[in-house]
């Protein structure tokens, strides 16, 4: 069997796994990354959200070799702690998680809808939100971190 | 092992007189633990000074606590306690969570003990009080200046004329050797420099980076994929596992049955998922549950073991010279922990000793189960704490940790067990209870109430396994393990001082146990009679457990009786208080929401298609662990019969504010995880298991709801102890918003949740 080629967080990988396996299994099992997480495994909660050429896709339920050779972001290849992106920043500012499990699902959904439609109402991006999930409901912050990288968009 | 780098890394950055991470310490003899967790052997005794902090030669002040992080704040709140009484800044201290080879026993992480338990007189603060009298004590020897006259600050102790010292050449890579001393002094909230202040959580921005080890994420060298298979109905038992009925999985190494645990081990993740999903078993039918529809009347059916809180002994006497007595039953459901991540862990059981990586509240307690499932003495078990998804209680995580155990044990190699979504809400968690609560109450001319009797029914199976019964949750019991089962018992008076743990207590009554009088209130005919019967599903400590049941049905109680008073709810509720601190924030929570004053419902009401009101709720919570009021505003959409809430204002007295910027982010996700299980969360099941297993079934609210504004009034009380709060505002949601929802049209809602449907239905019943 020939190995997936995949691109991540601009590194390239071979793997060798049934095209099948979800996309969240390979980042996590055979790449290590820690960003997106097992939440649901039946793409309802955002939880192992990636950019797949800067759309929010849902790992957990992409089969890997739908993948190949695409452009993916994981949490961990936004920014680095030297350079946080923009919407990393934001979260900092806002302190706006608590167990932060959540986090790829509620960043990488509103930063690809944001990047697409920078000039969303607030109805709009709340609705971009509408499946995804925070079970420690820090809605508030969170709401308020992703209209603080909005302004930086439009600034 | 590629996770473990980072925190070994961090534990040798930490200086010499760090615990080595080789199990030595374990091959030591034991010492029997001493003080307020001496009911279990632990190697590291509580007493001695060196089982919570060590100072490095390079001065860098290590602390070990057995309370973590499950993302409620505890490691930067606890990293500042120790910031602020050794006197050095947060980024000198390394703070050491839940790892039973190096930290203090205790017990669990768990009922907003973690500040009352270490931010206070014991535990992590009278350790870290202890350690820098201790430093100023060898300096007063090295630098021949009576103690008194050095000042402790920035990792060195000073003398006046300048002459300094730091911490690390006065220990010098040495133990303290030392006990931790009782008399020790706190630093003054008053003079606190790094406790008390907006400190930034210090694990934000690993957060954010997506670079944060959670224990999904631990990785050990030759670690294999595990999952488990659950019983199909609630009381079934295997028949029959056909194990060549997954012979053809690629990958799979392995079924394993221990009486009616069954799970699979494979190479890989997926091929863990297609042999559970594959394997055949025959299960016997199960037991059958009681229909959901009449479950509240089911309840108050069952045997049960009774308490009788509180009795003043006339309680029919009063009701019957009452010129007025209200009646109401109030339903709560069951409800899930519902952790965002589904649980997982990780295990390497071999012969003779066993690691897990757990996110388990209770790390020794889940060292001593272990033990008990792989046949181990429990001093060759480790367990060490690695954080999973918010956990609001007992989530998955300490059946998973037993799961990866039997796995792991099978094969004698490193397995992580990943449970399903499935996994978590049908069977890997222990449910927040179900209840139904009878209120009474007596009142006079004037709509005092003159006599307050209560009767909440709740139900119970399992529960925390503690040290003692791994059967109190699913993977126990199916290994074979009893789960603790309710014995019917009937009540006996009451004796001693009343203790309001479960808020079993309305706030109004005066708890009088002969001349102890431990109510916050002022009613005098009261009588509280608890009854626990069997749930037919594993049940367990969900945020606020029974404290917010309990409270949901005070009051809205109280709100009742109000209104038939034609009250004003606050001045109502003022009326019958006598706890100050309790006062004092529904007097904060009133003007700081400009309160509108009056007797609910609105007059007015029911104009126009929306229909707006307030109500308040307000709970001494545990009696005296915390103290809220809130004030919910909200609007009802009369034709569909939606509730949207605007606005939440909150006082909270939780005395000495360790972290207010914590404080609030706590808050506000307790009165909007509160809101979500108010209006929409509710477990439900058929004739033969739970049907609440994935977030289609089961509805909290998402990201993109329109958020209500919140306001919060701390009330920072710096003379008094610290008490717990995470759990304070959660507690008042559920009344709050019933009660504003009467205010706006007049229909009292008495069971949880308040979704569309029911809020129609009894709108149309009254229009």
């Known amino acids: ?155 | 092992m590629t996770s473990g780098l980072s925190r070994r890394d961090f534990l040798t950055r930490s200086g010499a007189l760090v615990v080595s991470f080789s199990m030595a310490p374990l091959l030591e003899p034991l010492a029997l633990a001493q003080g307020p967790f001496d009911t279990h052997q632990s190697h590291i005794d509580p007493a001695n000074l060196d089982s919570w902090i060590a100072v490095g030669a390079d001065g860098i002040v290590t602390a070990y606590t057995g309370k973590c992080d499950f993302g409620q704040g505890m490691y930067t709140a606890q990293t500042q306690l120790i910031a602020e009484e050794l006197c050095v800044a947060i980024d000198r201290v390394r703070l050491i969570q839940c790892d039973t080879s190096v930290t203090p026993d205790q017990g669990t992480t768990s009922g907003s003990q973690s500040t009352p338990t270490n931010f206070n007189t014991s535990g992590l603060a009278q350790a870290a009080a202890t350690a820098r009298e201790a430093l100023i004590n060898l300096a007063a020897q090295r630098l021949r200046v009576p103690a008194n006259l050095l000042t402790a600050a920035n990792g060195s102790i000073s003398a006046k004329g300048g002459r300094r010292i730091r911490y690390g050449e006065l220990v010098a890579g040495k133990k303290f050797k030392l006990k931790i001393d009782p008399k020790a002094k706190r630093r003054p909230a008053g003079e606190w420099t790094v406790l008390g202040k907006p400190v930034p959580p210090l694990d934000i921005e690993a957060l954010v980076m997506g670079r944060f080890e959670f224990v999904h994420n631990v990785h050990v060298s030759g670690m294999l994929h595990g999952r488990v298979v659950r019983p199909p109905a609630v009381g079934a038992t295997v028949v029959s596992v056909d194990e060549g009925s997954v012979r053809g999985i690629s990958g799979l190494v392995k079924v394993v049955v221990r009486k009616n645990f069954v799970g699979v081990v494979a190479e890989k993740q997926t091929q863990a998922i297609d042999a559970a999903a594959g394997l055949k078993v025959v299960w016997t039918p199960g037991a059958g549950l009681p229909a959901q529809q009449g479950f509240y009347d089911y309840i108050r059916k069952q045997p049960s073991r009774d308490v009788l809180m509180i009795d003043s002994q006339d309680i029919e006497q009063k009701l019957a010279q009452a010129v007025t007595v209200l009646k109401a039953t109030y339903c709560h459901p069951y409800q899930a922990h519902g952790s965002i991540g589904a649980s997982c862990a990780v295990a390497d059981v071999r012969a003779d000793k066993a690691t897990v990586w757990s996110a388990t509240q209770s790390a020794y307690p889940t060292r001593q189960c272990v033990a008990t499932l792989v046949g181990l003495p429990v001093d060759d078990v480790r367990v060490i704490f690695v954080r999973g998804s918010g956990c609001y209680g007992l989530n998955g995580a300490d059946t998973v940790s037993l799961d990866a155990a039997l796995l792991s044990q099978a094969i004698h190699r490193p397995v992580r067990v990943q449970l399903s979504r499935a996994d978590e809400m049908a069977w890997g968690e222990n449910y927040g209870a179900a209840c139904v609560i009878d209120q009474r109450a007596g009142v006079d001319a004037t709509g005092t109430i003159v006599a307050w009797d209560c009767e909440p029914w709740s139900v119970s199976f399992g529960g925390r396994p503690g040290y003692d019964r791994p059967g109190n949750v699913v993977t126990g019991m199916l290994a074979g393990y009893e789960p603790h089962l309710v014995s019917p018992q009937a009540a006996s008076q009451p004796t001693g001082a009343l203790e309001n743990g479960n808020n079993a207590v309305p706030s109004y009554v005066t708890g009088c146990i002969g001349s102890n009088c431990n109510g916050a209130g002022r009613i005098r005919g009261e009588r509280v009679l608890t009854h626990s019967v069997k749930s037919p599903f594993f049940t367990g400590p969900l945020r606020s457990p029974l404290r917010l049941q309990n409270t949901f049905a005070h009051e809205c109680f109280m709100d009742e009786l109000g209104a038939h008073a034609k009250a004003d709810p606050v001045e109502y509720r003022l009326r019958h208080l006598r706890d100050q601190r309790l006062i004092d924030v529904v007097k904060g929570a009133a003007k700081a929401a400009k309160w509108d004053a009056r007797p609910s419902p609105k007059s007015n009401r029911r104009r126009g298609e929306v229909a707006s009101g307030r109500g308040i709720a307000c709970v001494a919570y545990e009696g005296d662990n915390g103290y809220g009021a809130l004030i919910a505003e909200v609007e009802v959409d009369l034709a569909a019969g939606h509730v949207q809430v605007k606005r939440f204002t909150v006082a909270h007295d939780c005395g000495p504010i360790s972290n207010p910027a914590g404080l609030r982010n706590q808050i506000e996700g307790g009165l909007l995880q509160g809101m979500s299980r108010a209006l929409g969360e509710e477990v439900t099941w058929d004739d033969r298991k739970a049907t609440s297993t994935d977030w289609n079934t089961y509805h909290s609210l998402p990201l993109g709801i329109e958020v209500p504004v919140i306001e919060c009034e701390l009330i920072n009380q710096s003379d008094v102890t610290a008490t717990g709060a995470g759990e304070t505002a959660i507690t008042l949601v559920a009344a709050a918003i019933g009660n504003a929802i009467f205010d706006a049209t007049g229909v009292r809602l008495r069971q949880i949740p308040f979704t569309a449907a029911p809020v129609k239905e009894a709108l149309d019943a009254i229009s």
Request: with cysteine.
């Open chain 1, 1 to 155: 069997m020939p190995g997936i080629s995949l691109r991540v967080n601009g590194a390239v990988h071979v793997v060798d796994v049934d095209p099948e396996t979800p996309l969240l299994y390979v980042l996590g099992d055979e790449l290590h990354l820690r960003g997106p997480k097992f939440g649901c495994g039946l793409g309802q909660c955002g939880a192992c959200t990636v950019l797949l050429n800067g759309s929010a896709v849902r790992s957990c339920i992409t089969p890997v070799g739908s993948v190949n050779r695409q452009e993916i972001v994981t949490l961990e290849g936004l920014g680095t702690p030297e350079k946080p992106h923009p919407i990393q920043q934001a979260f900092i500012d806002e302190e706006a998680a608590q167990c932060g499990f959540c986090l790829s699902g509620v960043m990488l959904t509103a930063k690809a809808f944001l990047d697409q439609h920078p000039k969303a109402s607030e109805v709009e991006i709340r609705h971009a939100l509408a499946g995804v999930l925070c079970r420690c409901f820090v809605h508030t912050r969170m709401f308020k971190a992703i209209q603080r990288y909005a302004r930086t968009r439009q600034a």
